[in-house]
Protein backbone atom coordinates (compact mmCIF):
# COMPACT_ATOMS: atom_id res chain seq x y z
CA UNK A 1 0.00 0.00 0.00
CA UNK A 2 1.26 3.35 -1.29
CA UNK A 3 1.96 5.75 1.56
CA UNK A 4 3.17 9.71 1.35
CA UNK A 5 4.86 11.68 4.43
CA UNK A 6 5.84 15.06 3.85
CA UNK A 7 9.07 16.38 5.70
CA UNK A 8 10.88 19.63 6.44
CA UNK A 9 10.90 22.71 8.54
CA UNK A 10 7.71 23.77 10.24
CA UNK A 11 8.68 28.09 10.12
CA UNK A 12 10.48 29.72 7.76
CA UNK A 13 11.75 33.27 7.40
CA UNK A 14 10.04 35.92 5.24
CA UNK A 15 11.84 36.49 1.90
CA UNK A 16 13.55 32.46 2.49
CA UNK A 17 13.10 29.62 0.25
CA UNK A 18 10.83 26.83 1.70
CA UNK A 19 11.49 23.32 1.18
CA UNK A 20 9.49 20.23 1.65
CA UNK A 21 10.15 16.92 0.86
CA UNK A 22 7.63 14.26 -0.04
CA UNK A 23 9.15 10.16 0.71
CA UNK A 24 7.01 7.73 -1.48
CA UNK A 25 7.05 4.08 0.60
CA UNK A 26 5.17 0.98 -0.61
CA UNK A 27 5.99 1.95 -4.38
CA UNK A 28 8.50 3.16 -6.61
CA UNK A 29 7.75 6.77 -8.12
CA UNK A 30 9.86 5.71 -11.30
CA UNK A 31 7.72 2.77 -12.12
CA UNK A 32 5.29 5.24 -13.91
CA UNK A 33 2.05 5.45 -14.52
CA UNK A 34 1.61 8.34 -11.76
CA UNK A 35 2.06 12.13 -11.31
CA UNK A 36 3.40 13.39 -8.08
CA UNK A 37 1.89 16.34 -6.88
CA UNK A 38 1.83 19.21 -4.19
CA UNK A 39 -1.27 21.33 -2.90
CA UNK A 40 -1.42 23.30 -0.04
CA UNK A 41 -4.21 24.54 2.49
CA UNK A 42 -4.20 27.95 3.81
CA UNK A 43 -5.75 28.06 7.35
CA UNK A 44 -9.58 27.45 7.09
CA UNK A 45 -9.43 28.31 3.31
CA UNK A 46 -9.60 25.61 0.15
CA UNK A 47 -7.25 23.50 -1.53
CA UNK A 48 -4.69 25.46 -4.32
CA UNK A 49 -2.76 23.13 -6.33
CA UNK A 50 0.91 23.78 -6.67
CA UNK A 51 1.66 22.27 -9.39
CA UNK A 52 3.35 18.31 -10.07
CA UNK A 53 5.93 16.08 -11.74
CA UNK A 54 6.00 13.26 -13.67
CA UNK A 55 9.04 10.31 -12.23
CA UNK A 56 11.09 11.70 -15.61
CA UNK A 57 10.78 14.92 -13.98
CA UNK A 58 8.22 16.68 -16.88
CA UNK A 59 6.34 19.46 -14.24
CA UNK A 60 3.07 21.55 -14.37
CA UNK A 61 2.72 24.49 -12.06
CA UNK A 62 -0.19 26.61 -10.92
CA UNK A 63 0.80 29.66 -13.17
CA UNK A 64 -0.10 31.98 -9.72
CA UNK A 65 3.19 30.10 -8.64
CA UNK A 66 4.97 29.07 -11.12
CA UNK A 67 7.68 31.86 -10.88
CA UNK A 68 8.36 31.01 -7.03
CA UNK A 69 8.00 27.18 -7.69
CA UNK A 70 10.25 24.46 -8.24
CA UNK A 71 9.21 20.70 -7.77
CA UNK A 72 12.00 17.97 -8.63
CA UNK A 73 12.42 13.89 -7.91
CA UNK A 74 14.86 12.13 -6.75
CA UNK A 75 13.96 8.34 -7.78
CA UNK A 76 17.02 6.86 -5.72
CA UNK A 77 15.46 7.98 -3.01
CA UNK A 78 12.02 7.52 -4.15
CA UNK A 79 11.10 10.98 -2.86
CA UNK A 80 9.95 14.58 -4.44
CA UNK A 81 10.70 17.81 -3.25
CA UNK A 82 9.05 21.25 -3.85
CA UNK A 83 10.99 24.67 -3.21
CA UNK A 84 9.20 27.87 -3.19
CA UNK A 85 11.16 31.09 -3.23
CA UNK A 86 10.71 34.76 -1.43
CA UNK A 87 7.76 33.90 1.00
CA UNK A 88 5.89 35.46 2.61
CA UNK A 89 3.11 35.14 5.21
CA UNK A 90 0.46 34.37 2.32
CA UNK A 91 2.57 31.10 1.86
CA UNK A 92 1.23 30.49 5.53
CA UNK A 93 -0.28 26.90 4.73
CA UNK A 94 -0.49 23.17 5.65
CA UNK A 95 1.07 21.52 2.93
CA UNK A 96 0.11 18.41 0.92
CA UNK A 97 1.66 15.68 -1.27
CA UNK A 98 -0.23 13.47 -2.88
CA UNK A 99 -0.55 10.58 -5.77
CA UNK A 100 -2.50 11.64 -8.86
CA UNK A 101 -3.94 8.59 -10.98
CA UNK A 102 -4.08 8.65 -14.71
CA UNK A 103 -7.81 10.82 -14.88
CA UNK A 104 -5.72 13.20 -12.90
CA UNK A 105 -7.14 12.48 -9.33
CA UNK A 106 -5.69 12.90 -6.58
CA UNK A 107 -6.02 9.37 -5.27
CA UNK A 108 -3.26 9.29 -2.21
CA UNK A 109 -2.46 11.73 0.26
CA UNK A 110 0.24 12.45 2.64
CA UNK A 111 -1.17 13.55 5.70
CA UNK A 112 0.08 17.23 5.59
CA UNK A 113 2.79 19.23 7.76
CA UNK A 114 1.78 22.85 8.88
CA UNK A 115 4.65 25.44 7.64
CA UNK A 116 4.67 28.90 9.11
CA UNK A 117 6.08 31.73 7.35
CA UNK A 118 7.49 34.35 10.50
CA UNK A 119 10.50 36.26 11.29
CA UNK B 1 -8.68 30.38 -16.42
CA UNK B 2 -11.71 27.86 -15.31
CA UNK B 3 -13.51 28.67 -12.45
CA UNK B 4 -15.96 25.43 -10.24
CA UNK B 5 -18.26 27.07 -8.29
CA UNK B 6 -19.63 25.27 -5.05
CA UNK B 7 -22.25 26.72 -2.75
CA UNK B 8 -20.22 27.29 1.01
CA UNK B 9 -22.89 25.15 2.95
CA UNK B 10 -25.74 22.51 3.06
CA UNK B 11 -27.84 21.22 5.85
CA UNK B 12 -28.86 17.89 5.72
CA UNK B 13 -31.32 15.81 8.61
CA UNK B 14 -29.60 12.22 9.38
CA UNK B 15 -31.18 10.15 6.89
CA UNK B 16 -32.18 12.18 4.49
CA UNK B 17 -30.26 13.14 0.62
CA UNK B 18 -27.67 15.78 0.82
CA UNK B 19 -26.80 17.01 -2.95
CA UNK B 20 -23.24 19.09 -3.47
CA UNK B 21 -23.22 20.87 -6.71
CA UNK B 22 -20.48 21.86 -8.56
CA UNK B 23 -20.67 24.15 -11.04
CA UNK B 24 -18.49 25.25 -13.96
CA UNK B 25 -18.48 25.99 -18.19
CA UNK B 26 -19.40 22.95 -19.56
CA UNK B 27 -18.41 20.82 -17.19
CA UNK B 28 -20.26 17.86 -17.96
CA UNK B 29 -17.06 17.77 -20.73
CA UNK B 30 -14.47 17.18 -18.13
CA UNK B 31 -13.63 14.46 -15.39
CA UNK B 32 -14.67 15.47 -11.97
CA UNK B 33 -13.36 14.33 -8.88
CA UNK B 34 -14.86 15.11 -5.50
CA UNK B 35 -12.92 14.59 -2.06
CA UNK B 36 -14.20 15.18 1.76
CA UNK B 37 -12.42 16.22 4.14
CA UNK B 38 -12.94 16.20 8.09
CA UNK B 39 -11.28 18.05 10.35
CA UNK B 40 -7.58 18.09 11.06
CA UNK B 41 -7.23 15.49 8.05
CA UNK B 42 -5.98 15.30 4.65
CA UNK B 43 -8.97 14.86 2.22
CA UNK B 44 -9.58 11.88 0.89
CA UNK B 45 -10.96 11.01 -2.97
CA UNK B 46 -14.66 9.72 -2.51
CA UNK B 47 -15.39 9.96 -6.24
CA UNK B 48 -13.43 9.84 -9.32
CA UNK B 49 -13.65 10.36 -13.20
CA UNK B 50 -17.32 11.72 -12.35
CA UNK B 51 -19.36 8.27 -10.96
CA UNK B 52 -15.91 6.34 -10.00
CA UNK B 53 -16.12 5.04 -6.33
CA UNK B 54 -12.22 4.34 -4.88
CA UNK B 55 -12.69 1.08 -2.90
CA UNK B 56 -14.00 1.50 0.91
CA UNK B 57 -15.76 4.46 -0.22
CA UNK B 58 -19.76 3.60 0.69
CA UNK B 59 -22.48 3.54 -2.41
CA UNK B 60 -24.22 5.96 -0.18
CA UNK B 61 -21.71 8.44 -1.98
CA UNK B 62 -22.16 8.85 -5.65
CA UNK B 63 -21.37 11.17 -8.14
CA UNK B 64 -23.14 12.47 -11.60
CA UNK B 65 -22.10 15.41 -14.36
CA UNK B 66 -23.84 16.84 -17.05
CA UNK B 67 -24.29 20.32 -18.64
CA UNK B 68 -22.46 22.68 -16.16
CA UNK B 69 -23.18 21.15 -13.00
CA UNK B 70 -21.34 18.32 -11.38
CA UNK B 71 -23.08 16.87 -8.50
CA UNK B 72 -22.12 14.46 -5.48
CA UNK B 73 -25.04 12.53 -3.67
CA UNK B 74 -25.18 11.43 -0.46
CA UNK B 75 -27.51 9.39 0.13
CA UNK B 76 -28.70 8.13 3.82
CA UNK B 77 -26.68 11.01 5.63
CA UNK B 78 -25.06 9.75 8.63
CA UNK B 79 -23.15 11.94 11.61
CA UNK B 80 -20.15 10.31 9.88
CA UNK B 81 -20.69 12.18 6.96
CA UNK B 82 -20.49 15.87 8.25
CA UNK B 83 -17.10 17.38 6.53
CA UNK B 84 -16.27 19.99 3.74
CA UNK B 85 -16.10 18.41 -0.19
CA UNK B 86 -14.44 19.59 -2.42
CA UNK B 87 -14.89 18.99 -6.38
CA UNK B 88 -11.85 19.05 -8.96
CA UNK B 89 -10.96 18.97 -12.36
CA UNK B 90 -7.87 19.06 -15.04
CA UNK B 91 -8.05 21.93 -17.27
CA UNK B 92 -6.92 21.29 -20.58
CA UNK B 93 -6.93 24.54 -21.98
CA UNK B 94 -4.73 25.66 -19.40
CA UNK B 95 -3.05 22.79 -18.11
CA UNK B 96 -4.13 23.23 -14.56
CA UNK B 97 -5.71 21.88 -11.96
CA UNK B 98 -8.52 23.24 -10.57
CA UNK B 99 -9.87 23.07 -7.58
CA UNK B 100 -13.84 24.48 -6.05
CA UNK B 101 -14.04 26.73 -3.05
CA UNK B 102 -15.67 23.71 -1.29
CA UNK B 103 -18.62 22.63 1.09
CA UNK B 104 -19.49 22.14 4.13
CA UNK B 105 -21.81 19.56 4.81
CA UNK B 106 -24.02 19.88 8.05
CA UNK B 107 -25.50 16.47 9.51
CA UNK B 108 -28.73 18.74 11.95
Known amino acids: QVQLQESGPGLVKPSQTLSLTCTVS??????????WSWIRQHPGKGLEWIGY???????YYNPSLKSRVTISVDTSKNQFSLKLSSVTAADTAVYYC???????????WGQGTMVTVSS | SYVLTQPPSVSVAPGKTARITCGGNNIGSKSVHWYQQKPGQAPVLVVY???DRPSGIPERLSGSNSGDTATLTVSRVEAGDEADYYC???????????FGGGTKLTVL
Open chain 1, 98 to 108: ARVDDCSAFDI
Open chain 2, 88 to 98: QVWDESSDQVV
Open chain 1, 53 to 59: IYYSGST
Open chain 1, 26 to 35: GGSISSGGYY
Open chain 2, 49 to 51: DDT
